[in-house]
């Protein structure tokens, strides 16, 4: 049985620039999806999939997500005084116990990699997640939770994949594929956003990953690649070899949330999940088509 995994990494950092003006004085993770924000949805699947304690790797104006997660006393009183219980329970059911969430500064914006190099100290020497908030998906059950029955059985590093039309390649993480196995796939190589006609594959990483902590002795060389960033994809290449390596083709479907056409699909396709929401929307979108 491979050692549990606890940790979850959630790199935070970034600007949003795909999504401007929204996000100049919010962080994209903030923008809501449904009734709650990206970065509640991310945490909420980890907690799903047993993760006890997150870092967020952040940078200068995330405080609202800081916010979001800690107790306020004020709007708790409030709603106590008002009778509000069941407002009450949705903030209360936020909270993350004390000394389990922990935020870690990336002060330049040097890629993923550096992102999550920037969290070594939180994981230390044991198993972790890493999520990306913006990249949400819908399915039978949440993915990440998917992914740890499968890590169950293979251990070692997972990521999320999914297919993506081979003109796209040049926006993802590819994977070279060793062999298929149903939903797990063995990975023999990984190239950060290849052109389509260099591509090994056309299947693409996802905003998920399980990774061994010896990945950080990879992200500390510091060594750049694509776009002249420090990939975390460069690293998890060097992994391929030395430890078991798979992708992982989720049950579900999967929304860009940093982008804004895919933002407003997994809007609505969260609100026609929703009991309280479904015949609402539904009936609203036949009247507006
Ligand atoms: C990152 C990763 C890439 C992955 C992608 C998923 O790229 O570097 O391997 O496929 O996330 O969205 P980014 O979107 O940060 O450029």
């Given at each position: 049985m491979p050692q549990k995994v606890r940790k979850a990494v959630f790199?935070?950092?970034?600007?949003?620039t795909r999504f401007l003006p929204a996000t100049k004085a919010i962080?994209?993770?903030?923008?809501?999806l449904a009734d709650r924000p990206l970065i509640q949805h991310a945490v909420e699947e980890a907690k799903a999939a047993g993760i006890e304690m997150f870092c967020f790797v952040t940078s200068r104006g995330k405080s609202p997500l800081e916010d979001h997660f800690d107790y306020n006393y004020e709007l708790n009183e409030t709603l106590r005084k008002r009778g509000k219980n069941d407002l009450l329970k949705v903030v209360e059911d936020l909270q993350i116990e004390s000394g389990n969430l922990s935020y870690v500064r990336?002060?330049?914006?040097?890629?993923l990699g550096h992102a999550v190099w920037c969290a070594r100290e939180f994981i230390c020497d044991e198993p972790f997640a890493v999520i990306l908030p913006d990249e949400q998906v819908l399915g039978p059950k949440p993915c990440l939770a998917q992914m740890m029955d499968a890590y169950e059985q293979v251990g070692g590093n997972l990521l999320s994949v999914f297919e993506v039309p081979?003109?796209?390649?040049?926006k993802y993480g590819i994977l070279d594929i060793e062999k298929e196995d149903g939903r797990l796939v063995a990975v023999k190589g990984l190239v950060e956003k290849p052109d389509p006609a260099d591509a090994?594959?056309?299947?693409s990483i996802q905003g998920r990953y399980i990774l061994q902590p010896e990945i950080f002795d990879h992200l500390s060389r510091f060594e750049t690649g694509a776009g002249g960033e420090i990939q975390l994809t460069d690293a998890m290449a060097r992994l391929i070899g030395s430890q078991p390596f798979h992708g992982f083709k989720f049950e579900g479907r999967r929304f860009d949330c940093g982008d804004k056409l895919g933002f407003v699909l997994a809007n609505v396709a969260y609100a026609l999940e929703r009991p309280d929401m479904a015949d609402k929307v539904r009936t609203a979108l036949r009247d507006m088509i």
């Amino acid at each position: 049985m491979p050692q549990k995994v606890r940790k979850a990494v959630f790199p935070v950092a970034g600007l949003g620039t795909r999504f401007l003006p929204a996000t100049k004085a919010i962080p994209k993770e903030m923008l809501p999806l449904a009734d709650r924000p990206l970065i509640q949805h991310a945490v909420e699947e980890a907690k799903a999939a047993g993760i006890e304690m997150f870092c967020f790797v952040t940078s200068r104006g995330k405080s609202p997500l800081e916010d979001h997660f800690d107790y306020n006393y004020e709007l708790n009183e409030t709603l106590r005084k008002r009778g509000k219980n069941d407002l009450l329970k949705v903030v209360e059911d936020l909270q993350i116990e004390s000394g389990n969430l922990s935020y870690v500064r990336q002060p330049q914006p040097l890629g993923l990699g550096h992102a999550v190099w920037c969290a070594r100290e939180f994981i230390c020497d044991e198993p972790f997640a890493v999520i990306l908030p913006d990249e949400q998906v819908l399915g039978p059950k949440p993915c990440l939770a998917q992914m740890m029955d499968a890590y169950e059985q293979v251990g070692g590093n997972l990521l999320s994949v999914f297919e993506v039309p081979r003109e796209q390649t040049n926006k993802y993480g590819i994977l070279d594929i060793e062999k298929e196995d149903g939903r797990l796939v063995a990975v023999k190589g990984l190239v950060e956003k290849p052109d389509p006609a260099d591509a090994p594959s056309n299947l693409s990483i996802q905003g998920r990953y399980i990774l061994q902590p010896e990945i950080f002795d990879h992200l500390s060389r510091f060594e750049t690649g694509a776009g002249g960033e420090i990939q975390l994809t460069d690293a998890m290449a060097r992994l391929i070899g030395s430890q078991p390596f798979h992708g992982f083709k989720f049950e579900g479907r999967r929304f860009d949330c940093g982008d804004k056409l895919g933002f407003v699909l997994a809007n609505v396709a969260y609100a026609l999940e929703r009991p309280d929401m479904a015949d609402k929307v539904r009936t609203a979108l036949r009247d507006m088509i």
